[in-house]
């Protein structure tokens, strides 16, 4: 199984993929973790750049989520990184 299509059309999982607005995976996906291997040449990287781990997703996102909140990372990166609090300045000593 390499591939994912809603209703399991050309050979795909037939199951709804769980996919955002954007069309990339959710938490709960039944793509995760579920691409066949060895799989069709597919980039150590997927779409985001993220790194495909020992058992990759299906499709051209491979769902990463370092900190186990249910939200991918590259979606936090994207939308949370200007929220999160700064760093302290670095304090040089003047002698
Ligand atoms: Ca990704
Ligand atoms: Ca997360």
């Not at 793509?31 to 291997?37: D, G, L, M, Q, V």
Request: proline share 13%; charged share 15%.
């Amino acid at each position: 199984m390499n591939s994912i299509v809603y209703g399991g059309g050309w050979g795909g999982l037939p199951a709804d993929p769980v996919l955002t607005p954007a069309g990339f995976l959710r938490h709960g996906s039944p793509a995760i973790n579920t691409a066949s291997t060895p799989v069709l040449p597919v980039s150590a990287k997927d779409i985001h750049g993220e790194v495909r781990g020992a058992n990759p997703d299906l499709g051209a996102d491979e769902y990463v989520d370092s900190d186990t909140d249910h939200l991918p990372d590259f979606w936090e990166m994207a939308h949370l990184a200007a929220s999160l609090p700064m760093a302290p300045p670095t304090v040089i000593p003047t002698g």
